[in-house]
């Protein structure tokens, strides 16, 4: 059974960091394509980064240079380093795996909470 289960989220102070991690469990990482999107209050969810099979990366530009996507195959894990954050980082941040084995897919975590308070 595939599963995704995001931790690391929590509440920081403008200027903090922190780090997300995406567990996956029932395929092998190695093979997807991934990334993270997340979601504000009342807001579109909103793409924040992408990794894929070659280790192409991809930000969205609210987050160039502040974000950091990686991924330990090993432990069939995705990372999303967040550094420099800001109040309109706050939302909800999902796993997401959008190709398995170049076969289309569309598998989500449950979320992990992000609160950036100013």
């Known amino acids: 059974e595939m599963q995704l289960v995001e931790s690391g989220g929590g509440s920081v102070q403008a200027g903090g960091s922190l780090r997300l991690s995406c567990q996956g469990s029932?395929?092998?990482?190695?093979?997807?394509?991934m990334g993270w999107f997340r979601q504000a209050p009342e807001n579109e969810c909103e793409l924040v980064s992408t990794?894929?099979?070659?280790?192409?990366?991809t930000y969205g530009d609210s987050v160039k240079g502040r974000f950091s996507i990686s991924l330990d195959n090993a432990k069939n894990t995705l990372y999303l380093q967040m550094n420099g954050l800001k109040p309109e980082d706050t939302g909800t941040y999902y796993c997401?795996?959008?190709?398995?084995?170049?076969?289309?897919?569309?598998?989500w975590g449950q979320g992990t909470e992000v609160i950036v308070s100013s």
């Open positions: 990794i894929d099979t070659a280790g192409s990366q």
């Open positions: 997401r795996i959008d190709s398995y084995c170049r076969v289309p897919v569309d598998w």
């Open positions: 029932g395929f092998n990482f190695e093979y997807s394509d």
